[in-house]
């Protein structure tokens, strides 16, 4: 079984009874004032192991609204309050209840938002309206008999609390996904280590000075970095680049800056992008990074960002283009590499790997920045339910209507700011050379390629369900869009007076033998409203899937323990589809090979969550086959 840390487990023998008192102890540890920063702002209390009778419900996984439920539960419970003068009877911002009768510990966080509730209006009319609310969400639960030891129980409790904060996926679709506000605004944050005390921190170079202890999981010190950006104020950016030179070499910097951006939120859209981005500047020029290190991780960004938004674009998805931030980024992004190619022009000549990658980079950022100059947008970007939590004041709600309403989008991206008037003689040389390098298939697949995500195993849950299963990301090609972006390339280079051969360059897309793949019409519909890999559907008929990413389909593998040892990752996937009985079925394979093994997820033998990751309980194999099962 995994561990959010390094912990020395327990072996698979059956687990013996944990004392209470000692699960008590461990929570009291687990709360301590000390393993948190809290902003010298806010104002915060701590209550210990108190006792209390609430409402309290869970219905597939959720919590039930206290309005929705007669359902009651005595708890001993810990809270951590934000205090206003505005409301002391708030949820509290997190909370850890131990229900000592049923042997748990459940982990919930509360927040202001905006919600709808019925009232009776008189004459027997009962109207609703929209009311300032607290809004309690379980994070999530641990069944003390499933642990062995209380290091185990320990461990798992870690990550719920710090999952209270940041949220339980990199993937933020609900509410109890993305972080808290206050994480988002650099306000409170949690990280558990050996010398807390019984104050909060509240001074931010000593919070991420623990970014050097040891026992930290990667993905907490992603996370911690993340948070000191979205906490330091652009004067204090160079203390912040002091520490950084401090505690990480430059592949570490590297390597960190690439899995921040990976696991963002970027909604609300903060100075996080700008201090990001600027400490990668500032790295540069005091020599800590080269100038190709740091042109080489924008071009990372830029390539990454262009694949996204192939996959999801801000017509159909991001609510039809209200939560834009994915753009804002890529503007961010795409304007300091300009600058980049001005200061460096060399590090974009050759035919070396890296030159061409740096060159790709510019082409797919300018033909994206270009496609989206002009689109009509909210005045923020925000989602319907990132519009219902009350934020600062600074960040106003979005007219309801911008959202649901494209009519009534008002703003323009980046409508006086055109991305012609930015490309310079240096710009256009590296762009002329990028279009010479579509002579390569790998440049003319780039142009259709998109990465997609899907949760394969969490197909069978029910709608409204949270799915904690692995998240895998999937490379697909569509020809038809490939053709779409060298159709924007030539308008493009008119614009900017840039002489192509445009004859040559269409010959080599008409007559390109481009990768089969698998055809997205042998991937299973999923029955639950979320982001799948059956969205490649909505967004070209032609898609084929190259292949599934290998660090997430190594982590599903390992996870299940599947014998799978000569699967070759760079052709390798895994996806939903239907046997000849019509039931879902994982299929994991090569593409260039037909033969397949496939299995079944049992639902109703339920899942096991660790280290915020759920894996099914029972998994029903099937015989390898060299058929593909049949589509419904």
């Not at 500047?281 to 192939?310: E, P, Y």
């Not at 994915?326 to 060399?346: C, E, G, H, K």
């Not at 762009?431 to 298939?441: G, K, M, P």
Request: aromatic share 8%; with cysteine; net charge negative.
């Amino acid at each position: 079984m995994s561990s959010f840390r390094t912990i020395a487990l327990a072996s698979a023998a059956p687990p013996s009874p944990l004392e209470l008192l000692d699960i008590a102890n461990v929570i009291d540890d687990a709360m301590r004032p000390g393993h948190f920063f809290v902003a010298p702002s806010i104002c915060t209390r701590w209550i210990a192991a108190r006792s209390e009778t609430i409402a309290w419900e869970i219905f597939r996984g959720r919590l039930v609204d206290t309005a929705h439920t007669r359902e009651q539960r005595t708890f001993l419970s810990w809270h951590i309050l934000e205090v206003s003068d505005a409301d002391e009877r708030a949820e509290p911002m997190l909370s850890v209840k131990l229900d000592v009768n049923a042997k748990m510990i459940h982990v919930t966080r509360g927040l202001r938002c905006l919600v709808w509730e019925g009232y009776d209006a008189g004459g027997g009319v009962i109207e609703s309206r929209q009311v300032e609310r607290g809004t309690r969400e379980l994070v999530g639960s641990i069944v003390l008999d499933e642990h062995a030891s209380l290091d185990s129980v320990r461990d798992e409790l870690i990550c719920l609390i710090w999952q209270a904060f940041v949220g339980t996926s990199r993937l933020p679709l609900t509410s109890i996904e993305a972080p808290l506000p206050v994480f988002t605004f650099g306000l409170v944050h949690y990280v558990h280590h050996a010398d807390a005390g019984e104050a909060a921190i509240t001074a931010w170079d000593d919070f991420f000075a623990l970014a050097r202890r040891p026992e930290l999981a990667r993905q907490e010190v992603i996370r911690l970095i993340e948070f000191s950006l979205r906490r330091v104020s652009p004067g204090e950016l160079d203390t912040f680049v002091a520490q950084v030179r401090c505690a990480f070499t430059p592949g570490d910097i590297i390597a960190s800056w690439r899995a921040m951006f990976n696991a963002v939120s970027l909604s609300p859209y903060t100075q996080f992008v700008d201090n990001a981005l600027a400490a990668i500047d500032r790295l540069a020029d005091g020599g800590v990074l080269s100038k190709a290190q740091r042109i080489d991780f924008l071009s990372h960004l830029l390539v990454k960002l262009g694949r996204h938004l192939t996959a999801y674009d801000l017509v159909t998805f991001h609510h039809r283009g209200a939560n834009y931030p994915d753009a804002l980024m890529l503007d961010a992004v795409l304007t300091r590499f300009l600058d980049a190619i001005d200061a460096s022009p060399a590090l974009f000549v050759g035919n070396d790997v890296a030159a061409r990658r740096r060159r790709r980079a510019l082409r797919q950022g300018c033909l994206m920045r270009r496609n989206y100059e002009g689109h009509f947008v909210p005045d923020a970007p925000t989602s319907p339910g990132e519009n219902a939590r009350l934020l600062p004041a600074s960040y106003p709600r979005v007219p309801e209507e911008q959202i649901t309403q494209t009519h009534r989008r008002r703003r323009r991206l980046f409508q006086d700011d055109p991305l012609a008037g930015k490309i310079t003689d240096s710009t256009k040389s590296a762009l002329a050379r990028s279009i010479d390098d579509l002579d390569h298939l790998a440049e003319r697949i780039e142009m259709g390629l998109g990465v997609f995500i899907d949760r394969p195993l969490g197909y069978g849950k029910a709608i409204g369900e949270p799915d904690l299963t692995p998240l895998l990301a999937h490379e697909a090609f569509s020809p038809s869009i490939a053709g779409r972006r060298l159709a924007e390339l030539l308008r493009f280079v008119d614009e900017i007076g840039l002489p192509v051969d445009r004859d040559r360059l269409q010959s080599s897309f008409d007559c390109t033998d481009w990768p089969t793949g698998l055809p997205h019409a042998q991937i299973a519909e999923c029955s639950r409203p979320t982001a799948a890999l059956c969205d490649v559907r909505k967004v070209a008929d032609d898609f084929v899937i190259l292949r599934t990413l290998a660090n997430g389909l190594r982590d599903l593998i390992d996870r299940l323990d599947l014998p799978l040892v000569d699967l070759q990752f760079d052709s390798a996937y895994c996806v939903c589809g239907y046997d000849k009985t019509g039931a879902i079925v994982v299929m994991i394979g090569d593409v260039r090979q037909p033969r397949h093994i496939e299995f079944r997820v049992d639902v109703t033998q339920g899942f096991r969550v660790r280290a915020g990751v759920e894996s099914p309980r029972a998994v029903v194999m099937t015989a390898p086959s060299s058929k593909v099962p049949r589509t419904k």
